[in-house]
């Protein structure tokens, strides 16, 4: 379901390089969630990142934990993750979507909501029932009934109107006369779902097994969720909301947000209770006691703060960081709460005789922090920061730990901020950490974090967070060279080429690897010659265009399986006798327009091997799409994933136009020029008025013009092979350069050089090329020819 009124803006087409390691993040991680196992089980772990990916890892005592899974859908970044049931994970980006995945699965995604209106920054999910709410950056609050938002569309007599459920106070609120209204609809006889102890009920409604995903990363079929189905809106928030906390039976809900309050809401009918106010700034985390009354909230003033609900007011502060507290955890008994920061520290703080001890020390901010309790064993906490590695750490003191080192890592929490801050600066006050080292460790991939495209217009050096600086060759998504950790600066100059291309497509690095963007028309704006791209057998003068033939690339699963699909399909009924049909009207695939698709004999079917090599993408580390269809929101998919089944809304049409050879129609990009003899060469000038011709075109094309025009016994500029270019201009009506003339037998006694500031041109240069290096002016190009006679 889609935001009602939000503007849509222009579809383009992006694909994601870079991320080889299936098993590994490659940004900040950004949330962390640690399922209880079932009896018998282990501990599975879930990790959200900056790399807008989420990963399962199957999480034992005293070893590593292994990848498991990989769920891949969002096309930006996770923001935070939560788990509703035993097998529902909902995921929460800044690409305005929340996606309900199989969290048991391998990454089959079950339905994507589009309610919000900006960035989602925060999720909360009640455990008693299928509930969790969202909030982002758009001030708003949604509260979601998952098991309405996924039940199928059925079509059948409606069942007698329920009774509606008596409003359940939250514990420690007083009681209202208010009613508050059911998410969903209840039925007389509830049936037990895989989500039982509903709030409402699960009624007849099936087991919550929602529809597969299609080839927008949504749901087929309903667009949403249940016909009609919308979430309960929590509507107050004048800014941005960054922390949520739910109590586990859902009947409560407290939201913090950049307006440096907590408001309280009843999460059935979203009206707001109350507010709390106390924190001097931003508010990043909460969280709830079981029966919600008591609160937890960290803020970026550097404080955390204990609420009682019930007497609506603080009842303690906690000054244990020295800088913003972005992550909260609080173990099941709630007299504990586990802390992480922009300080790097993370603390655990007992609540009642505030004392906090130093469990460790991350290099970076701590993003997220996830409290693992596994009787028997000691507890121990998961931590995230912008690096892509996570480690966990031991959360109490060892047992046994002689009493002088227990002493060493604690300190009794002040109520002021400035009170820590102050015992910071005196190093004997300075608390030593009970972990000098991880517990263990999760390995990610190095992130991208600077870049410089090319003059090329194919290759982009990048760096890598450990130093690794690497050549990346775009239209094939892969390295094409390493060297190691060097200059990169000084790299970059080493592989400047006087070359110039026009710009058919935008990067960056914000997921930590290279995310390429193509946008009509301007991406089919550059086009290469073919032999400048290593394909043999080839005319000099055929010429592809780099951002079809990128395209071909990435989508060349998604046109073989089409191909195959149209060759299952039975032939057309013939036409009747009486009836024939028209020349041209056959029954078939349309003609390429030729105007639309120049040299239309050499486009490649379909397939990968097909493409011409410096567009194949490689199927062993396949780039990951992302694009929005004409129906539905954005989506992200491995290009090998691609089967052709998928409808062909899912695929922007001016994309799905380019796949079949017909281009957008635009101005052919033209360089003007005057070409005249150097003064004093003795030559005629060869035309009075300027020339046109393709910005590619190159130098010897020039020289070979002078030579035929002239009719010069002296050879040409370079050997060509092929056709020369079709009407590039010369004396010609159209002012355009022709080369059509046979090449006369090669001499070795003179040649002919053209100039352009005084400066002789290099053959292979383009006229592009010269313009931007060597003519560096707004104004036509100026291209000066003469004869120099070389000894034999």
């Known amino acids: 379901m889609s935001a009602p009124g939000r503007p849509r803006k222009e579809r383009r087409v992006s694909y994601v ?92 995604c079950l339905q994507t909501f589009r309610e919000h209106s900006d960035y989602v920054t925060s999720l909360a999910a009640a455990k008693q029932v299928p509930v969790v709410a969202s909030a982002g950056l758009g001030c708003e609050v949604f509260v979601w009934d ?286 030593v950490p009970v972990a000098s080292r991880p517990l263990a460790t999760i390995a990610g991939s190095p992130a991208i974090v600077q870049h410089a495209v090319l003059n090329d217009r194919r290759h982009v050096l990048t760096k890598d967070s450990a130093g690794e600086v690497q050549l990346w060759e775009l239209t094939r998504g892969q390295v094409e060279q390493s060297y190691g950790q060097v200059d990169f600066e000084q790299k970059e100059k080493e592989l400047f080429e006087m070359v110039s291309v026009a710009s058919w497509f935008t990067m960056d690095t914000r997921l930590g690897s290279i995310s390429v963007h193509l946008e009509t028309p301007q991406c089919f704006a550059a086009e290469m010659y073919a032999t400048d791209l290593a394909m043999p057998n080839v005319s000099d003068d055929l010429k592809l265009n780099l951002g079809e033939y990128t395209l071909r690339g990435l989508f060349s699963h998604w046109l073989a ?92 049409g001016w994309a799905r136009e380019a796949l079949h050879g017909k281009l957008p129609q635009r101005d052919q990009a033209k360089c003007s020029f005057h070409l005249v003899p150097v003064e004093g060469s003795g030559l005629k000038a060869l035309t009075q008025g300027k020339l046109s011709a393709p910005r590619i075109l190159r130098v010897h094309k020039v020289t070979n013009y002078v030579i035929e025009r002239l009719q010069l016994d002296v050879p040409s500029a370079l050997s060509d092979s092929g056709p020369p270019d079709a009407h590039p201009g010369g004396a010609s009506s159209n002012g355009s350069v022709d080369t059509g003339q046979p090449e006369r037998a090669p001499t070795k006694s003179t040649r002919v050089e053209i100039l352009c500031n005084d400066q002789v041109l290099k053959p292979e240069w383009s006229l592009a090329t010269v313009k931007a290096y060597v003519w560096k002016k707004p104004e036509d190009l100026l291209l000066q020819y003469r004869t120099v006679v070389v000894a034999a």
């Open 561 to 652: 399986g089409r191909r195959e699909r149209e060759k299952r399909q039975p032939p057309p009924d013939p036409a009747p006798q009486d009836s024939p049909s028209a020349p041209g009207d056959s029954p078939g695939p349309p003609t390429p327009d030729p105007q639309d698709r120049r040299q239309s004999d050499s486009q490649p079917e379909a397939g990968p091997a097909s493409l011409p090599p410096a567009f194949q993408f490689s199927s062993a580390a396949p780039p990951s799409i992302m694009t929005e269809g004409a129906e539905g929101g954005p989506w992200r998919r491995r290009a090998t994933e691609l089967t052709g089944d998928e409808g062909d809304e899912s695929i922007p």
């Open 17 to 108: 390089i870079g991320q080889a390691h299936e098993n590994q993040h490659c940004s900040g991680v950004t949330a962390l969630l640690d399922k209880v196992p079932a009896a018998g089980g282990g501990h599975t772990l879930f990790s959200a990142g900056r790399d807008g990916t989420v990963r399962r890892w199957q999480d034992a005592d005293g070893a590593n934990p292994t990848w498991s899974a990989t769920f891949e859908a969002h096309t930006d970044w996770v923001n935070d993750i939560a788990l509703v049931g035993e097998d529902r994970l909902v995921s929460a980006s800044s690409d305005t979507t929340i996606k309900v995945w199989n969290a048991s699965s391998s990454g089959e």
């Open 146 to 431: 998952l098991e309405a938002a996924l039940r199928p569309v059925v079509r059948a007599a409606p069942d007698p109107a329920p009774s509606p459920l008596p409003a359940v106070p939250a514990p420690g609120l007083a009681s209202s006369t208010r009613t508050a209204p059911p998410l969903a609809r209840t039925s007389s006889a509830p049936t037990p779902g895989p989500l039982a102890g509903s709030l409402h009920g699960s009624g007849a409604v099936p087991a919550l097994e929602g529809p597969r995903l299609s080839s927008s990363g949504s749901a087929a079929g309903a667009s949403g969720s249940g016909e009609g189905y919308r979430p309960v809106a929590c509507k107050g928030h004048k800014q941005s909301v960054y922390a949520l906390a739910i109590n586990e039976a859902g009947t409560l809900l407290v939201s913090g947000s950049t307006e440096n309050a907590i408001r309280v809401w009843d999460p059935r009918s979203g009206q707001k209770q109350f507010k709390l106010r106390g924190h001097t700034d931003n508010v990043r985390a909460l969280v709830l006691d079981p029966s919600g009354k008591f609160c937890l909230s960290g803020s970026s003033d550097a404080i955390i703060r204990l609420w009682d609900l019930g007497q609506q007011r603080c009842i303690h502060s906690y000054a244990v960081h020295t800088d913003s507290v972005w992550a909260l955890a609080a173990n099941s008994a709630f007299d504990h709460v586990f802390s992480g920061g922009r300080d790097g520290c993370i603390y655990s703080t007992d609540l009642s005789s505030r004392e906090s001890v130093l469990l460790a020390v991350e290099p970076q901010p701590v993003l997220a922090i996830a409290l693992a309790e596994r009787a028997p064993s000691p507890p121990s906490l998961w931590a995230s920061t912008p690096a892509s590695d996570l480690h966990r750490w031991p959360a109490a003191s060892p047992a046994g730990a002689p009493s002088a080192v227990r002493r060493a890592s604690s300190f009794v929490a002040g109520s002021l901020a400035i009170t820590r801050a102050r015992a910071s600066v005196d190093g004997s006050a300075a608390p």
